[in-house]
């Protein structure tokens, strides 16, 4: 599929705030990652979906959760980490 231009993604952008299910092309508008980048996540089980029979959705709530816990650590947040991890010993 072709990328989506900037006022389409702006448009479902906000239809997919407003709903609780999301089509992978809204999903891709809402979360800015390529439909075809969604689809492998899909394949791989890599990220929440529903699939009653041949249309594919996403849970808003679902994806603002898999994106939050995805975040890695800071360099000073893994510094601190060690430093309290060597005085517990």
Do not use: C
Request: proline share 2%.
């Amino acid at each position: 599929m072709a990328k989506l231009s900037e006022d389409l993604r702006s448009q479902l952008l906000e239809l997919s705030l407003k709903k609780q299910f999301v089509s992978v092309i809204e999903a891709s508008a809402y979360t800015g990652f390529s439909i075809k980048y969604l689809y492998q996540l899909v394949h791989q089980r890599a990220i929440p979906y529903y699939k009653p029979g041949r249309k594919l959705f996403f849970k808003v709530s679902e994806l603002d959760s898999w994106i939050s816990n995805s975040r890695n650590k800071t360099f000073e947040e893994i510094e601190k980490d060690a430093i309290d991890g060597i005085s517990n010993l």
